[in-house]
């Protein structure tokens, strides 16, 4: 039995950026698409090392794709992560004027 039929994950795990259902890897995450049982695409967000840091998947009360960690039910879409990239940015930013 193969590993997607085990597991119902289709292997896309490649730490080189690569087109994938309108998601990309990255150089340390993998987007896995998983096996279609609803009528959205749903993906695991693994690291290079195969841990499943979460899935993104339809969230109907939104209307859109979000992002689902596996820790907690926390629900992130595009804005939220962007607005969590800025924050970290602005903290990079600090911290590089401050060294200097």
Sequence with gaps: MTEEKKTGVRQSHSPVQ???????NSKYLCFEELEAKTKTKQFAVKNTSGFILGYVKWYAPWRKYCFFNTAVELVFDAGCLADIQNFITKLMSERKEAQQ
């Design 18 to 24: 690569k087109k994938h259902g309108g998601a990309m």
